[in-house]
């Protein structure tokens, strides 16, 4: 069974630092997707990437962040300068006819 | 703002006991999605519905979609044990656009 596969599992941070998480969609996706979900609470959209450029964003995907795709296979989110509130599970995910969710990050920021 | 409410938030049953978690909106959807996530993981996919009405079943899950397509139900018969987990419901506006995800229900079936 095909998998978007995410790097690293787990990120310690300080304040301040910025962090690249990474993700590998699946191969014949059209769509790609960054979502985060902040512990005890649902699952939140943060941007969605077709055709190499973005295509829809959230209000939470503000000017500290930014999405990559520098080759055919890796897609990565960045965020620039780390805040204490962007402690979070991050989700790739990508679609054909369905969602695949890689098994997130867990970003600590502290 | 599109939202949905899923409830129960919890729900604690004995195994071979029915249940049905519900997920309503005031906004249309063009499909509904049923996740499983377990903990530390990502959302895994169940099922997606997409017309009006639909009716999916899974083994013991039952899935439905309502007729104006702004709530599903999630049906589950017999539950045991390993269906314990948190389950959520995801709207997605058009096909592509982001999901929008209800804030899950936890079930716990104890034998």
């Known amino acids: 069974e095909p998998e978007v596969t995410q790097t690293p599992s787990h990120q310690v941070t300080q304040m301040g630092q910025e962090v690249i998480l990474r993700c590998v969609p699946i191969?014949?996706?059209?769509?790609f997707y960054w979502y985060r979900q902040i512990l005890g609470q649902k699952v939140e959209f943060l941007v969605s990437?077709?055709?190499?450029?973005?295509?829809?964003k959230s209000e939470i995907f503000d000017d500290q962040f930014s999405v990559e795709r520098p080759d055919g296979s890796n897609f990565t989110l960045k965020i620039r300068s780390t805040k204490l509130e962007d402690s979070a599970m991050y989700f790739c995910?990508?679609?054909?006819?369905?969602?695949?969710f890689g098994s997130g990050t867990r970003l600590t920021v502290v | 703002t599109q939202l949905l409410e899923q409830s129960p938030q919890f729900l604690s049953i004995q195994e071979g006991e029915n249940l049905t978690v519900y997920c309503n909106s005031s906004?249309?959807?063009?499909?509904l999605q049923w996740y499983r996530q377990e903990p530390g993981e990502g959302p895994v996919l169940l099922v997606t519905?997409?017309?009006?009405?639909e009716v999916k079943k899974l083994k013991r899950l039952t899935f439905q979609f309502g007729d104006a397509r702004k709530d599903s139900s999630l049906h589950i018969t017999a539950a045991q044990p390993g269906d314990t987990g948190l389950y959520l419901c995801?709207?997605?506006?058009?096909?592509?656009?982001?999901?929008?995800f209800g804030k899950g229900t936890t079930l716990s079936v104890s034998s």
């Open positions: 906004s249309v959807f063009s499909s």
């Open positions: 191969s014949n996706h059209l769509y």
């Open positions: 519905v997409v017309t009006g009405g």
């Open positions: 995910a990508s679609t054909f006819y369905g969602y695949t």
């Open positions: 995801a709207g997605e506006g058009q096909a592509g656009t982001a999901l929008i």
């Open positions: 990437f077709y055709n190499n450029e973005i295509s829809e």
